[in-house]
């Protein structure tokens, strides 16, 4: 089984693909399985709006009866900073999808971590305050996966990163892994790192991923993360391989929020 479980569609503020050709490409490239995990950013404003969820199901349920024999379609969610809204994240879980990835792409009391200005004084601080921030979300939210666990290092500078790599700060690893363990959830290997040359990884990577399972961890998705017919489904079966390395023999799928494992 090869299935992709981080993609986004026309459905997406920053994304226009539609799912009809993202479920052919899918079949093309032997894909047996695919969760649409379209963005609910929190908080829900004008410049990122959440999908219309009512046409997206008319569209999903579409292409299932033309590709169904031959491709899963899961309708899944990727929601962002969810915690600053308990209310909201509980009436968008009302959408009943299949599958909820929670990601941390803002903190609170930063700038945009696309723009902080990193520094040898304040990187580690920085990353310190993000996996906090992570830590609380996997303890409180709702979710089944946490979204790319090291996605800050995406945007830190490659001679920063060098002294600071995500294995550096193992041990809040460590603590961020327990929250989600206790709770019963999983992570993801998200391979949109494999296409950034400044990273050329997984995130994480099977170092990390490894101590996740040391410390009890089973549930795992991978997802190419791809924005487009062009990086969707790319890096899977480098995804599943780290996965092996780190130990792993299983990943899941997900279908109304319950996880199959899957042989790798
Ligand atoms: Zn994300
Ligand atoms: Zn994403």
Known sequence: MTCDYHLHSEFSFDSSEKIEKICETAVQSGISEIAL??????????????????RRKAVITACQEKY??????????????PWRD???????????????????????????????????????????????????MASVCDYDVLGHVT?????????????????????????????V????????????????ASIGKTLPSAVLLKR???L?????????????????????EIGYEVLREAGFSYACSFEERTPSFYKL
């Open 216 to 236: 009890g961890g089973e549930i795992v998705t991978v997802g190419s993360d791809g924005h487009s017919c062009r990086s969707a489904f790319s890096g899977l």
């Open 181 to 196: 363990i206790a709770r019963g959830k999983g992570i993801e290997v998200n391979c949109s790192g494999l296409r950034m």
């Open 68 to 81: 169904g024999a031959v491709l899963a379609i899961r309708s899944g969610i990727e929601t962002g900073q």
């Open 212 to 214: 996740y399972r040391q």
């Open 86 to 136: 308990p209310e909201l994240e509980k009436e968008l879980m009302e959408e009943k999808p299949d599958f909820v990835i929670a990601s941390a792409h803002e903190l609170d009391g930063f700038s945009d971590p696309r723009t902080y200005p990193y520094s040898r004084e304040n990187t580690a601080a920085f990353i310190h305050a993000y996996l906090e921030q992570m830590t609380q």
């Open 37 to 54: 995990t379209d963005h609910a950013e929190f908080p829900l404003r004008e410049t990122a709006p959440w999908p219309d969820f009512k």
């Open 151 to 179: 996605y800050l290092f995406r945007f830190i500078p490659e001679q920063l990163t060098a002294e600071l790599p995500p294995e550096f700060f193992q041990d809040r690893y460590e603590a961020l892994f327990h929250a």
